[in-house]
């Protein structure tokens, strides 16, 4: 159960889920059951709003922890010189 913003520097208690955002992850649970299958279990983090706008949720060899959002590639403008001929 999720009861607090998955950033390790915030902490926030979850009361609502009007603001923030859940993130959900299948994660190997690391054992067999009786068919020899590895069993997977979901594990559900959730970003405060404050978080939310700057930081996601990244899953990785390592675990799962909360990163920077990246920045967003911005656009060159292109601009068209041309000639208007009035008539």
């Not at 926030?12 to 190997?28: A, C, N, S, T, W």
């Not at 899953?59 to 001929?85: D, K, M």
């Amino acid at each position: 159960m999720v009861s607090n913003c998955a950033n390790p520097n915030c902490g926030k208690p979850l009361h609502y889920l009007r603001e923030g955002r859940i993130y959900v992850f299948d994660v190997p649970a690391g054992t067999d059951d009786v068919s020899g299958k590895r069993t997977r279990r979901l594990e559900h983090f959730w970003l405060c709003g404050a978080c939310a706008q700057t930081m996601v949720m990244q899953q990785s060899t390592e675990g799962i922890r909360a990163v920077s959002r990246p920045q967003p590639r911005l656009h060159r403008e292109t601009t068209v010189t041309g000639q208007f001929l009035a008539s």
